[in-house]
């Protein structure tokens, strides 16, 4: 069974960046959607940004446009997370999701049924 293993979160000043991985090991075959979301405490999980696999259509959050890019390595079954200009706002866990459904949602989290473990971003 596929597993979804997210890396690349930690401290930084605002305005800095950060670029998150989530490496996808076992079998991807008939993914559709791949998506990043974040959790802050106390808060819903909310969708930051989304990618249809080998499209690559693309699909952000308001809050992150202009800002955010997610892209996909085919290769090396890795999702990526480029975030620039980072506010404190955007603090929290952040998470690698995946469908085999074809949709690709950023506005519901219970759409995807794979999950990494999340990784730390935290904005000061």
């Known amino acids: 069974h596929v597993q979804l293993v997210e890396s690349g979160g930690g401290s930084v000043q605002a305005g800095g960046s950060l670029r998150l991985s989530c490496v996808a090991s076992?079998?991807?075959?008939?993914?559709?959607?791949m998506a990043w979301f974040r959790q802050a405490p106390g808060k819903e999980r909310e969708g930051v940004a989304a990618i249809i696999l080998g499209d690559p259509t693309t699909y952000y959050a308001d809050s992150v446009k202009g800002r955010f890019t997610i892209s996909q390595d085919n290769a090396k079954n890795t999702l990526y997370l480029q975030m620039n200009s980072l506010k404190p706002e955007d603090s929290g866990t952040y998470y690698c999701a995946a469908t085999r459904q074809r949709w690709c949602p950023i506005h519901d989290a219970n759409g995807y049924n794979l999950w990494g473990q999340g990784t730390q971003v935290t904005v000061s």
């Open positions: 076992g079998y991807m075959y008939a993914t559709y959607c």
